[in-house]
C-alpha cells in the first residue's frame, strides 16, 4: 500500500515564525507536490520536485520554499508564518515512470493556524 | 498551461439517485485523468482514472466517461448512499512527461441525502 506521511497533522504557530512542513513517502516515486486547500479554491500547486534536490515553482510559490534533500522526503517551510498562511496544506507522491498511469497520492494533511 | 473546470461545485441527490460531476480540459496533451475523493478530515484518495485511449471505465456504482474531442470527462455515482458524501475533485495530468503536474478541478461537495 502506498504510503505518503505528513509529520504534523495539526500545527498552530505564530506569525513571524519559521514553520516546516515533512513529509515521507515509501514508494521510491519520483514526483512530490505540496499543494494548499482552501474552500472554494480547490488544490492549487505550491511546489513540487521531480528529483532530489530539484524542485520547481507551482502556481503560489511566494511566501514558501521547499527542500529535498532525500528521494522519500520533501519539505515545505514557511520561512515567516504569515495569517494568510492559516491552511491545509497537502503532500502527493507519484511515479516518473511513462505509461504507469502516474497515479497521484496523497498524505492526510496538515493543518496550520497561523496566529 | 492547463486549465481544469469542474462543474457543479455542490450537489445534493437522495440516496438511490445518480449523480453526475462534469469537468473540462483545455490542453490537449493531458492524456490521463483520475477522479478523486475527500472525506472531511482527510487528504484525497483516488476512486477511478480512465486514460485518453479509453472512452468509458466503470468499477461497481462509479464510472467514468471521457470525450476527447470535446476535452470533457464526468464521473457517474449510480444508486448513491450517505457514504458517498463527500467532496470529489477531478484532474489531468501528461503522463510520461518528466516531472508531469496534476492540474485539479475546485471540487465538488457532494451531500446524499437519507
Known amino acids: 500500500d502506498v504510503k505518503v506521511t505528513q509529520s504534523s497533522r495539526y500545527l498552530v504557530k505564530r506569525t513571524g515564525e519559521k514553520v516546516f512542513l515533512e513529509c515521507v513517502q515509501d514508494?521510491?516515486?519520483?514526483?512530490m507536490f505540496w499543494y494548499r486547500q482552501d474552500p472554494g479554491l480547490g488544490l492549487r500547486l505550491i511546489y513540487f520536485?521531480?528529483?532530489?534536490?530539484?524542485?520547481e515553482k507551482g502556481d503560489i510559490p511566494e511566501g514558501y520554499s521547499v527542500s529535498r534533500e532525500k528521494k522519500e522526503r520533501f519539505s515545505l517551510i514557511l520561512e515567516s508564518a504569515s495569517t494568510n498562511q492559516t491552511s491545509m496544506y497537502l503532500c502527493?507522491?507519484?511515479?516518473?515512470?511513462?505509461?504507469?498511469?502516474?497515479?497521484?497520492?496523497f498524505g492526510e494533511g496538515s493543518w496550520l493556524t497561523v496566529v | 498551461g492547463e486549465n481544469v473546470e469542474q462543474h457543479p461545485s455542490t450537489l445534493s441527490v437522495q440516496e438511490g439517485d445518480s449523480a453526475v460531476i462534469k469537468c473540462t480540459y483545455s490542453d490537449s496533451a493531458s492524456n490521463y485523468f483520475p477522479w478523486y475523493k475527500q472525506e472531511l478530515g482527510k487528504g484525497p484518495q483516488l476512486i477511478i482514472d480512465i486514460r485518453s485511449n479509453v472512452g468509458e471505465k466503470k468499477d461497481q456504482r462509479i464510472a467514468v466517461t471521457l470525450n476527447k474531442t470535446a476535452k470533457h470527462f464526468s464521473l457517474h455515482i449510480t444508486e448513491t448512499q450517505p457514504e458517498d458524501s463527500a467532496v470529489y475533485f477531478c484532474a489531468a495530468s501528461e503522463a510520461g512527461r518528466t516531472g508531469n503536474q496534476f492540474y485539479f478541478g475546485t471540487g465538488t461537495s457532494l451531500t446524499v441525502i437519507p
Open positions: 502527493a507522491s507519484s511515479l516518473l515512470t511513462a505509461f504507469s498511469g502516474n497515479t497521484i497520492y
Open positions: 520536485s521531480y528529483d532530489v534536490k530539484m524542485k
Open positions: 514508494m521510491d516515486h519520483e514526483n
